[in-house]
């Protein structure tokens, strides 16, 4: 058993060519500690967000503070808040943020399996 407090001390610097602002990242469950699930918690602060994306695998999201949006390719932006559970499956394009001047987080749960980022 491994237990895992969700504060501000345990979060560290998260980027690459999938986001547009900062972004910080707790991993709660990696590969090291299970073959099957995978869960981090991600803040997307001062309205970041992260480009239209792809994973092989099932994908939610529990936004656990703040105020955000999600948008699957060519549907509606789709405003999300504390409470809200998102699902993605896998294969379809999606992206996720914090709405504008706004903070979000939330956390990802999902299995092992890869991102891409959808051509420009």
């Excluded at 509606?76 to 504390?82: A, F, H, L, M, S």
Aim: proline letters at 5%; aromatic letters at 6%.
């Amino acid at each position: 058993m491994r237990v895992v407090r969700l504060e501000e001390s345990g979060r560290g610097p998260h980027g690459g060519p999938l986001f547009v602002g900062t972004v910080q990242r707790l991993g709660i469950v990696n590969e090291a500690e299970s073959d099957l699930l995978r869960v981090n918690e991600v803040s997307f602060l001062a309205g970041a967000v992260n480009k239209f994306h792809t994973h092989t695998f099932d994908q939610v999201l529990v936004i656990t503070e703040g105020v955000g949006l999600v948008q699957v390719k060519g549907g509606p932006e789709r405003r999300v808040t504390t409470g809200d559970v998102i699902f993605f499956k896998a294969g379809e394009s999606h992206w996720h943020g914090a709405a504008p001047g706004a903070t979000m987080r939330h956390v990802a749960i999902g299995t092992p399996g890869s991102t891409q980022l959808d051509p420009e």
